[in-house]
């Protein structure tokens, strides 16, 4: 037997190549130990054997058993690996729309966008962001908005905040934070004025190798009027 721990809409890969023919080795997949249903089997092939599971689901531990259909011994080799496909969010085209609120992210398995940040962004950490995730933040009304990881995220986070299309490497920046001053963790908070109906692209990644798991806040302070 093995177990596997699979990350939601992770795909778990499985090869064995046998060493010699003196049984059939096959493979069955458990979401449990004692089901007495699999999730999905390979008891055909004679020779090398494949497998594929997709968790469609929560991530979740999954077990494989190995075994011999028929005769009494084999000797396998065994391969598996599993791919997470990155968050949904994870190009600026495709940002998540929120407004005033809070939202959970994952960056773990996200990768780098190309475009760098502006120097003036640079708390130490360099021009690139990695593992960034994009927002597109749609302001309820005019004032300053703040967008904050500040004490919420497990790791260092870097905000850049845009205008509403997809930056270029020209784009002006309209607020950024690396490690804010009142935020532990080398997390952030940054504030910039918007305009009732206006489209903000936020972007949320790492200035080092960090990811992980968070809460990112958005709020508006409204403009007082004279």
């Known amino acids: ?14 090869s064995s190549t046998y060493t010699h023919a003196n049984g059939n080795v096959n493979f ?3 979401g449990n130990c004692g089901d007495a249903t699999p999730l999905t ?9 494949t497998l594929s599971y997709v968790n469609s689901g929560a991530a979740r531990r999954v077990y494989l058993r190995v075994y011999l ?7 396998y080799t065994r391969s598996a690996t599993i791919n997470v496909p990155p968050p949904v969010n994870n190009e600026c ?17 996200a990768t780098n966008s190309a475009v760098t940040i502006p120097s003036s962004c640079n708390a130490g950490g360099g021009t690139a962001i990695n593992k960034d995730i994009w927002f597109l933040f ?24 845009y205008g ?11 607020a950024c934070s690396d490690n804010a001053a009142d935020c532990t963790g080398g997390t952030s908070s940054a504030s910039w004025e918007v305009v009732e109906g206006g ?23 409204p403009a007082v009027t004279p």
Request: one cysteine or more.
């Open 28 to 30: 069955q997949l458990f």
């Open 164 to 174: 509403s299309t997809c930056p270029t490497a020209s784009t002006p920046v309209l």
């Open 69 to 75: 259909a028929t005769d009494t011994r084999n000797e």
């Open 138 to 161: 749609v302001a309820a009304q005019t004032g300053t908005a703040t967008v904050s990881t500040c004490g919420t995220a497990g790791f260092d986070t870097n905000v850049v905040v």
């Open 199 to 221: 489209e903000y692209r936020v972007r949320l990644g790492s200035p080092g190798a960090g990811s992980g798991a968070g809460t990112i806040s958005f709020s508006v302070e």
């Open 41 to 49: 089997s390979n008891t055909n092939s004679v020779n090398n054997a």
């Open 1 to 14: 037997w093995y177990a596997f721990d699979l990350p939601q809409a992770a795909t778990l890969n499985l």
């Open 93 to 109: 085209a495709l940002a998540t729309a929120v407004s005033e609120g809070s939202y959970n992210f994952n960056t773990a398995f």
